[in-house]
């Protein structure tokens, strides 16, 4: 199972709204609505953003937004801030049929200029 | 307070194997799967594998097949997971998760070194 494809970097201004991309296959992201949404600091664990998709858990803010097309998801933040500068990493559903039950993105690095 | 607390940092030789615990703290320990998540560092996030700590059932990357136990002890609501036949790849941080598709809850990680 090979490891979800998303953009190494990506830059925005405060206040702008940028989209991570997150490209799997049709037996991954395509099939199942099962994608999630990490943001990681540097010597911090991982904290869910979005699930199912779409799904914020409580305490995340609206400004995170999720959505899928077809094989690719992605994550939308909007007025982008500061702190949102981090590693942000999709996770999707793989299916029981594989040994790989869930894959992860290759991560990508916001960077707020 | 709702946590999962890991074990410390450990140093192998190659080839050796690793017990990493992961104890659960402020929830029914049985109601939710434990994930094990890995990440070397400087890379990204690596799924290992998965277990219902209810039923003793797992399921293990396939890459990591045949090298990987994943156990629990419900009387003290820990997981652990076991690598053996380390190697310097094996080099990483080590999370346990709790849940399925949205790991809402992780640990802090144990920091796994392999080196001569």
């Known amino acids: 199972q090979s490891a979800l494809t998303q953009p190494a970097s990506v830059s925005g201004s405060p206040g702008q709204s940028i989209t991570i991309s997150c490209t799997g296959t049709?037996?991954?992201?395509?099939?199942?609505?099962?994608v999630s949404w990490y943001q990681q600091y540097p010597g911090k664990a991982p904290k869910l953003l979005i699930s199912?998709?779409?799904k914020r858990p409580s305490g995340v803010s609206a400004r995170f937004s999720g959505s899928k097309s077809g094989n690719t998801a992605s994550l939308t933040i909007s007025g982008l801030q500061a702190e949102d500068e981090a590693d942000y990493y999709c996770c999707s559903y793989a299916g029981s049929s594989t040994f790989d039950l869930y894959v992860f993105g290759t991560g990508t690095k916001v960077t707020v200029l | 307070q709702v946590q999962l607390v890991q074990s410390g940092a450990e140093v192998k030789k190659p080839g050796a194997s690793v017990k990493v615990s992961c104890k659960a703290s402020g929830y029914t320990f049985t109601n939710n799967d434990i994930n094990w998540v890995r990440q070397a560092t400087g890379q990204g996030l690596e799924w290992m594998g998965w277990?219902?700590?209810?039923?003793?059932?797992?399921g293990y990357a396939q890459k990591f097949q045949g090298r990987v136990t994943m156990t629990r002890n419900t009387s003290i609501s820990t997981a652990y997971m076991e690598l053996g036949s380390l190697g310097s790849e094996d080099t990483a941080l080590y999370y346990c998760?709790?849940?399925?598709?949205?790991?809402?809850?992780w640990g802090q990680g144990t920091l796994v070194t392999v080196s001569s």
């Open positions: 998760a709790r849940g399925g598709w949205e790991l809402l809850l």
């Open positions: 277990m219902n700590p209810n039923s003793g059932n797992t």
């Open positions: 199912e998709g779409t």
């Open positions: 049709s037996s991954d992201v395509g099939s199942y609505n099962l």
